[in-house]
């Protein structure tokens, strides 16, 4: 029987006791650099929490004694304030689909001590009470779910994002980032504030004509639904009689400024060219841009247009990427990819018309320094300055 210590409730520091444990046994573990076993502390501590302190097990003050007790008889235990239990507990209840004990023998999840993705039924506290780490959480098996992702990203960039995000696919697009890109936690704050998710979001017909769902997915998350193009003169353009001359202007400065373009554009690309010579039955074809991504081990054909989207586009860039598809894919590649790039766009008129076309295409649009507020765009250097810098 447990007695009560130094005033303190014996079920609370029974809870010490039980949470100590998991602690020295994550710590251990924690020696051979693998966050996915902290996230499983973090994770089980929590459902632990959960458990006895939403059910009235616990009284008003708990996590604070339970903490205080931590401290005693952990000496310079850091990160298990009550404050911090408490975001564990919110860590377990924003995750509790993950919680194994719904999913006893069920081949759909992985437990996380099984990196190869073999399926195994997995248990998560034990019928005395104490908590199992190592079977703490049960990971999706599923294209949707990002397992590797997730149990990569640390405690504290998991919060933030359940804090500030509530969707799940929404915070499933920032644990792919925060994996993918390393973030800071500052970084992706700034992420969060400046709404990246709903950016990303093209105008797109990935999901219908790609065939692996995996794929489609990486394509979406890839491409944005507008990119600020700064660079872009904007004084050449509208002052001519031809749309077609405004979008050689605009081709001509991406290219010339192609190093910052391909930042902007997003990850992994490599530039082919642009006019890019294409020749099927004696016709020949130019597309404006093409690039080649190495995430998605597919080409990228970009269609510049000046001014607003128009259909026509669409069956333009489908010709392309039959073109692409039949003449200059490898073998090993993935179907080529299109984006109509344009100065404005309807999105949901762009989601009706695009729906019935069998190659994977998406639209998006672009602003330049001149669609900057004036305060924003007085503060960038002029385009003489800007060679200087560079």
């Known amino acids: 029987m447990i007695q009560q210590t130094n005033n303190i409730p014996a079920i609370y520091t029974e809870a010490a006791e039980t949470i100590k444990t998991a602690i020295l046994q994550g710590q251990y573990e924690a020696l051979k650099g693998e966050n996915r076993i902290q996230l499983a502390v973090y994770y089980s501590v929590g459902k632990y929490v959960s458990q006895n302190s939403r059910k009235g097990k ?180 509208g002052e001519r009689d031809s749309e077609d001359i405004d979008e050689r202007v605009v081709e001509q400065q991406i290219v010339q400024n192609i190093k910052r373009f391909i930042m902007t554009f997003g990850r992994d690309f490599a530039f082919i060219g642009n006019q ?48 692409l598809d039949d003449h200059v894919k490898k073998p090993h590649e993935n179907p080529t990819i299109g984006i109509v790039l344009c100065k404005e766009a309807d999105k949901e008129y762009v989601e009706y018309v695009i729906q019935d076309y069998n190659k994977p295409m998406g639209v998006a649009t672009y602003t330049t320094s001149a669609d900057m507020p004036e305060k924003l765009r007085k503060a960038l250097p002029d385009s003489e300055e800007l060679k200087k810098l560079l």
């Open 58 to 237: 616990w009284g008003t003050g708990a996590l604070a004694s339970i903490s205080n007790h931590l401290r005693k008889i952990l000496p310079g235990l850091r990160g298990f304030s009550a404050e911090s239990l408490k975001k564990m507990r919110l860590f377990y209840e924003a995750w509790d689909m993950l919680d194994n004990s719904l999913h006893k023998s069920n081949n759909s999840v992985i437990a996380i001590t099984e990196l190869d993705e073999t399926p195994q039924s997995v248990i998560t506290i034990t019928e005395t009470g104490q908590i199992d780490i190592y079977h703490a959480m049960a990971i999706p098996n599923t294209a949707d779910f990002p397992a590797m992702e997730f149990l990569a990203v640390p405690f504290t960039h998991h919060t933030r994002i359940i804090s500030k995000v509530k969707g799940l696919q929404e915070r499933y697009y920032y644990i792919r980032r925060c994996a993918q890109e390393h973030l800071s936690v500052e970084a992706l704050v700034k992420l969060i504030d400046n709404n990246a998710f709903a950016c990303q979001q093209l105008p797109n017909n990935f999901s219908k004509t790609m065939l692996d769902a995996k794929e489609a997915r990486k394509a979406v998350m890839m491409f944005k639904d507008e990119y600020a193009l700064d660079f872009i003169n904007v004084e050449e353009i």
């Open 276 to 323: 890019y010579h294409l020749e099927v039955y004696g016709v020949e074809h130019f597309p404006d841009l093409l690039f080649f991504n190495r995430e998605l081990n597919a080409m990228v054909c970009v269609e510049l247009k000046a001014g607003s989207f128009k259909p026509g586009y669409l069956g333009q860039l489908m010709a392309y990427l039959r073109i």
